[in-house]
């Protein structure tokens, strides 16, 4: 077991709040829901948790957060990077607790993004505004889905990715949505139906494209001597990454690589694993190229053969080489904003056993022992990759 400091870190409680369709609750709400429900599946009360890691919410954040949930931190973290933040901030308290600095963190998220969109209190994000570098892309109306599009066609063009590789990613996200019963979205879609479905961004169809939905999510993270008072069996943070690299389109050096070829490889090199040994990836998804792209740039597969990778139902739980996004992803089953904190709460339910009808199994039968959660914040501005084992 590869150690992180002094000390050894794990994961000793996850869970999500209610998700899908929650028209009766604030984020704050969600935040208490999935905070309360992660410390009861680590078996600890509140009054042990000194760290706690949030983003997104409150013009103090984490303060507000915290003061809402009736904590005094003595570590604090609201670094915001998208999409990406849950899984550096993880890396950021598995330091801390390493360290010494920290002994349980609370890692937490909640967001009504659906809720808010239906009640008119808010409208669909197009654009993140048109200030610093923003100002030179913004009037060309590049909106955030449309850089998504314009990397997806680079690939295209450079590698021969075809639209119905495209749609075998969502088509499999939601194969694995119909084994999740919390799954927002679970009726199978074949490849037809994702390509008829209306234009969003060229080439990006509906169902190319993420849900929105509410919900919140939360895990606790303890050093190692808090593994035996806990309620669940540890998994451990065996190795991070992270990375930043550009916010401009034209500081992207290349539209066919995303921060994860960077984050992925330090992350499995601080674990002391490859790849190959990965029995399943929870990769953020908030379009189809993401998980595609991504899968590449971990190591999965080389560059440009991501395709021919996911074309053969290899991300499927059922019968899939190495299962992705088990839970049925952001394509199917919730994505409430920054999706980042309920990779990590898949991949942990995962490794303990309990995902039920959609559980992932070694070849042998037995349960999973690795898995490799990665997000990406942007327009594959930031990436962050954090390896786990039982």
Request: glycine fraction near 12%; aromatic fraction near 6%; hydrophobic fraction near 40%.
């Amino acid at each position: 077991m590869t150690r992180r400091g002094n000390r050894k870190v794990a994961v000793v409680g996850a869970s999500l709040s209610d998700c899908g369709r929650v028209d009766d609750a604030t984020p704050y709400t969600l935040h208490a829901q999935a905070a309360r429900r992660a410390l009861s599946d680590a078996g600890l009360e509140h009054t042990r948790v000194d760290g706690l890691a949030s983003a997104g919410l409150g013009t103090l954040a984490p303060a507000e957060v915290a003061e809402y949930l009736g904590l005094r931190p003595t570590w604090v973290d609201s670094t915001s990077v998208g999409g990406s933040t849950w899984e550096v901030m993880a890396a950021h308290a598995a330091e801390a607790i390493a360290a010494g600095h920290a002994e349980v963190v609370l890692l937490v998220y909640g967001s009504t993004a659906r809720a808010d969109i239906r009640a008119g209190r808010r409208t669909g994000t197009l654009s993140f505004g048109n200030r610093g570098p923003l100002q030179f892309e913004a009037p060309y109306g590049h909106t955030l889905i449309a850089k998504y599009a314009m990397a997806a066609r680079r690939h295209m063009h450079e590698y021969g990715t075809t639209i119905e590789q495209l749609a075998e990613v969502a088509v499999q996200a939601r194969a694995n949505a119909a084994l999740n019963p919390e799954a927002m979205f679970r009726s199978p879609v074949t490849v037809d139906e994702v390509l008829s479905g209306p234009v969003i961004a060229d080439p990006f169809t509906k169902l190319h494209c993420c849900i929105r939905s509410d919900g919140g999510a939360a895990v606790v993270l303890a050093a190692e001597e808090y593994v035996r008072d806990c309620r669940r069996p540890p998994v451990w943070i065996l190795g991070t990454g992270e990375h930043v690299s550009h916010t401009a389109m034209s500081e992207w050096p290349d539209f066919t690589v995303s921060p994860a070829a960077v984050s992925g490889r330090l992350a499995f090199e601080r674990a002391g694993v490859r790849p190959a040994e990965i029995d399943f990836a929870e990769i953020y998804d908030a379009f189809t190229y993401m998980t595609l792209v991504t899968l590449e740039d971990l190591g999965f597969c080389g560059k440009g053969e991501g395709g021919a990778f996911v074309e053969k139902g290899r991300l499927r739980v059922a019968g899939g080489e190495l299962p992705v996004n088990t839970d049925g992803g952001g394509l199917s089953a919730q994505h409430p904003g920054m999706r980042g904190l309920f990779l990590l709460v898949e991949a942990v339910r995962q490794l303990r056993g309990e995902g039920g009808e959609r559980q992932v199994r070694r070849p042998d039968g037995e349960l999973p022992r690795l898995a490799v959660a990665s997000g990406t914040g942007g327009w594959f501005c930031s990436s962050g990759t954090v390896v786990l084992g039982r």
